[in-house]
């Protein structure tokens, strides 16, 4: 009798009741354990269908050429020749794997190279393309066309956005004598203007800042990151820009209340904001390493006009020139740019080997010859915008120095930091006074001189506002506004024309606007 399964004869047989077959009782059981079926017949079998099959124990014949020493020596010998040539075909299929193994990682290697040779011929093809093309100044019909391509409210395609050469390997134009003369002829005018200024009569009187209250709560941001970080009121429209922790700036009508255009295209909070008069121009800096100038349509919407990649790190800072044509941007990359407004060629970047960290605010003066900047190594630099020569540092804050702003008196500057407010004046080039309204946990977020300079405002944990007085006199505090947000944070403060109005910024998502509840009552 032989086993169904191996054809050998089975040490414990066993018979299926179902199909009479018979099979080695371990073999039989193993197959019902996977399968649940019978070997041959493939019908359903349990190990209770088998029958055991009593057998009398017996020895094993040898088989026939294992009973002489010759046909044992035979066996092994065919044994020793099966295994030598299994042994030699995994040789074979040993060296043609290598074989194929060798020329996929040579393929791979050669598409690499290719790969990467391709990649920077595209890369400086794109420099050279992007830098022609900010050269150029954008004409109405260019203009017109690079719209067509970016989306509503100012998003652009991400193509446009990729990175640029090093600002070192740029071409810079420089300032020429030709703009060194606009900026001349321009301080020339403002300053003789100044000297014969006068206080306008609508200008709001220390009484009327005293009863100032929060006329309203504006939410402009997104929830999911707020935080207004800067702000900014255009000069004639009633306009107000916040840019944001959400990476979106907004430009917002006061008068009528509603958000005229929400100007999405950086990819990290917004930490400068300016408008320009001329052109309806906004420029905004970001944490993305990028400036962006946008310009207002007819319907009010404004679109991306030229983005700036000159920075390699944060852009803490952007300020308007005098005469509208120029802007200056400040980085934490320790270089500061000096921008032509028009075609957004960046003409001249300074780069002073005597900064040791990056900017993290920046001024120009209201004549437009001096430039201030504050560091995170809590000095205030002050520039000289026609040489770009450093012509005087201020010392003695204690952290980095947040905001700056330069009185329209022409000699006093008003520097913030994480330790207050200190007074200096430009003429003596000294400290005069310093207010210190919280306590070190608590940083100065911002400071601001009214168009007047006749008001100073300070943003911290709440919002003061002071009476400028003269360098002997003392500075009176006229007002204080607590921090309606809850989050202990005010992050910016802006003054309106005549100081009708405060515009604050705080850590969550709301503008506040603070003014006479007078004006309330007559706007409804």
């Known amino acids: 009798m032989f086993c169904a399964i191996s054809g050998a ?3 414990e047989p066993v018979v299926s009741k179902r199909s009479g077959l018979l099979f080695e009782k371990r073999l039989v059981e193993k197959h019902i354990a996977e399968y649940g079926t019978c070997p041959v017949t493939g019908e359903s079998l349990s190990t209770d269908d088998l029958v055991p099959v009593k057998t009398p124990k ?7 050429q294992a009973a002489s020493i010759p046909g044992m020596l035979g066996l092994f010998q065919n044994e020793w020749d099966a295994v030598m040539l299994s042994n030699y075909a995994l040789e074979q299929q040993l060296h043609t794997a290598r074989q194929e193994l060798s020329h996929a990682l040579y393929q791979h290697d050669a598409a690499c190279r290719v790969i990467a040779r391709l990649k920077k011929e ?6 050279l393309l992007a830098q022609a093309d900010r050269q150029i100044p954008m004409l109405p019909s260019n203009l017109a066309a690079s719209n067509a391509s970016t989306m509503s409210n100012g998003k652009r395609d991400l193509e446009r956005d990729d990175e640029l050469p090093p600002p070192s390997k740029r071409i810079r134009q420089g300032i020429t004598p030709e703009i060194i003369k606009e900026l001349t002829d321009c301080n020339a005018m403002l300053s003789s203007q100044r000297k014969r200024r006068q206080i306008s009569p609508t200008l709001a009187p220390v009484e009327a800042l005293e009863r100032y209250t929060q006329l309203s709560s504006h939410p402009l941001h997104k929830t999911n990151k707020p935080g207004i970080l800067c702000a900014d009121i255009h000069p004639s429209k009633g306009l107000i820009s916040t840019g944001g922790a959400d990476a979106n700036a907004v430009v917002f009508d006061r008068s009528a ?3 005229i255009s929400t100007l999405s295209g950086h990819t990290k909070r917004v930490t400068s904001v300016k408008f320009v008069a001329r052109d309806d121009l906004l420029l905004t800096g970001s944490a993305d390493k990028t400036v962006r100038i946008w310009q207002a349509n007819e319907d009010g919407a404004y679109n991306c006009r030229h983005v700036l990649k000159d920075h390699i790190a944060e852009v803490h800072a952007v300020t308007v020139h005098a005469t509208n044509n120029y802007f200056v941007t400040a980085s934490m990359d320790k270089t500061w740019c000096f921008y032509d407004l028009s075609s957004g060629l960046c003409l001249t970047q300074v780069n002073d080997p005597g900064i040791e960290d990056g900017y993290t605010s920046a001024a120009f003066h209201p004549d437009g010859l001096i430039l201030g900047t504050g560091t995170t190594e809590s000095l205030v630099r002050i520039w000289d915008v026609k040489t770009q020569a450093n012509v005087a540092k201020f010392d003695g804050h204690s952290g980095a120095v947040t905001d700056i702003s330069f009185s329209e008196n022409g000699y006093f500057l008003a520097t913030a930091g994480y330790d207050g407010v200190k007074l200096w004046d430009l003429r003596k080039l000294k400290n005069f006074r310093t ?3 919280y306590d070190s946990n608590t940083p100065t977020n911002s400071v601001q001189f009214d168009y007047s300079g006749s008001y100073l405002a300070i943003a911290g ?3 003061r506002v002071y009476q400028v007085a ?5 500075w009176n505090s006229i007002k204080t506004f607590l921090d309606l947000s809850g989050t202990g944070k005010a992050s910016c403060v802006r003054f309106g024309p005549d100081a009708t109005y405060l515009a604050v910024g705080t850590g969550d998502r709301n503008l506040r606007i603070f003014g006479s509840p007078d004006a309330a009552s007559e706007a409804l």
Request: hydrophobic share 30%; charged share 35%; aromatic share 4%.
């Open 58 to 64: 017996a020895v094993k014949p040898r088989p026939l």
């Open 470 to 474: 003269s360098v002997k006199q003392e």
């Open 257 to 259: 209340g509603q958000i």
């Open 435 to 437: 207010f210190t309204p």
């Open 461 to 463: 944990s709440d919002i």
């Open 122 to 127: 595209r890369d400086e093809a794109r420099a």
């Open 9 to 11: 004869t089975p040490e």
